[in-house]
């Protein structure tokens, strides 16, 4: 399923290092931005084939080439926000591709300007 960007993600250089190893290790990933179940709020990392994008999911962007979503309510929470994908020592989500790595991924953001409302109506 082809979805637009919305170029609201990218990631640390160190973040970029580990997602090429994984890459190397399983070829195309994706990142599904976790909605905060058993694995809090992790950036999951998933073989391109293994996770079925729902309709609802929303395409934040890619990080050299590799694309990352969010589902739909989450991101209506979070839409205001520019998310960069980090990376910190500890392990990853129990499903992710980083987990077992001894480092795993992170999510920071960074609040967009946000326009006031019209007041036209």
């Known amino acids: 399923m082809d979805k637009i960007s919305l170029d609201?993600?990218?990631?640390?250089?160190?973040?970029?290092?580990l997602l090429a190893e994984i890459i190397a290790d399983h070829g195309p990933v994706?990142?599904?931005?976790?909605?905060?179940c058993c694995d809090?709020?992790?950036?999951m990392c998933y073989p391109r084939g293994d996770f079925i994008v729902g309709d609802s999911d929303v395409k934040l962007g890619e990080?050299?080439?590799?694309?990352?979503y969010i589902s739909a309510s989450q991101y209506e929470v979070w839409k205001h926000t520019d998310l960069i994908?980090?990376?910190?020592?500890?392990r990853g989500g129990m499903f992710s591709l980083d987990n077992g790595r001894?480092?795993?991924?992170?999510?920071?953001?960074?609040?967009c300007a946000v326009s006031p409302p019209s007041s036209t109506d």
């Open 8 to 17: 609201k993600v990218s990631a640390t250089p160190e973040a970029e290092v």
């Open 102 to 111: 001894e480092k795993r991924f992170l999510t920071r953001s960074t609040v």
């Open 40 to 43: 809090g709020s992790l950036p």
């Open 85 to 90: 994908i980090d990376v910190v020592p500890g």
């Open 30 to 36: 994706l990142f599904h931005q976790s909605g905060g």
């Open 63 to 68: 990080i050299g080439g590799t694309p990352v």
